[in-house]
């Protein structure tokens, strides 16, 4: 149990288009999502927390109107990136939270995206 | 906030030696700390989840250990194998936070 789904698993774009990564819980209801991205050789950074019905916290240095979170399902959130830019360019992974504040954060395969 | 540093960052070593990755964490009130594999272009594959109450887990050849009181959690892994190669996440968490992850230990296993 406790599998995440992300759609799609990699995405090529044209610079200034913008893109949309869903995130799926399968099996289970997940009233908070995490959004993290990945550059080359570094590691997961947090982008942003959203909670099913309420707007997103993104952490700093996260702008929050080029990346809209979507979060209006116990299943589903999404990520959209708008007006890509290659240095947008990113591994992106999603996680669910299965309940309550104590449950273990359950990840996504990661989408990569590529901004030309 | 809280920080996870994770030593060494790269690491080398033959077929069948036992080795010890370690992590460190800033903030004793720590949740969970979750080890995590990634194999190059993939996804997280999560190996070990040791939680606020518990002082270790294992798996197979893994065990992973957590301190709180010292702020430092170790992955062992016994007689390593070729197909232990990938890079090891070292993750932490306050209750209701989200994981802040490391930046990885890579670790390669030479026949």
């Known amino acids: 149990g406790a599998v995440v789904s992300q759609h799609p698993s990699w995405v090529i774009c044209k610079s200034g288009t913008s893109v949309k990564i869903e995130c799926r819980s399968l099996?289970?209801?997940?009233?908070?999502m995490f959004w993290y991205r990945q550059f080359p050789k570094q590691s997961l950074m947090l982008m942003a927390t959203s909670n099913e019905g309420s707007k997103a916290t993104y952490e700093q240095g996260v702008e929050k109107d080029k990346f809209l979170i979507n979060h209006a399902s116990l299943t589903l959130s999404t990520l959209t990136v708008t007006s890509a830019h290659p240095e947008d360019s990113s591994f992106y992974i999603c996680s669910a939270r299965a309940s309550g504040v104590f449950g273990e954060q359950y990840f996504g395969p990661g989408t990569r995206l590529t901004v030309t | 906030k809280q920080e996870v540093t994770q030593i060494p960052a790269a690491l080398s070593v033959p077929e069948g030696e036992n080795l010890v990755l370690n992590c460190s964490f800033t903030d004793s009130a720590i949740y969970n700390l979750q080890w995590f594999r990634q194999d190059p272009g993939k996804g997280l594959t999560s190996l070990l989840l040791i939680q606020s109450s518990q002082r270790e887990q294992t798996s197979g050849r893994l065990n992973a250990s957590l301190d709180k009181s010292s702020g430092r959690s170790t992955l062992y892994i016994a007689a390593s194998q070729p197909g232990d190669s990938a890079t090891y996440l070292c993750?932490?968490?306050?209750?209701?936070?989200?994981?802040?992850f490391g930046k990885g230990t890579t670790l390669s296993v030479s026949s």
């Open positions: 993750a932490g968490n306050q209750a209701g936070t989200a994981l802040i």
């Open positions: 099996d289970f209801q997940a009233t908070t």
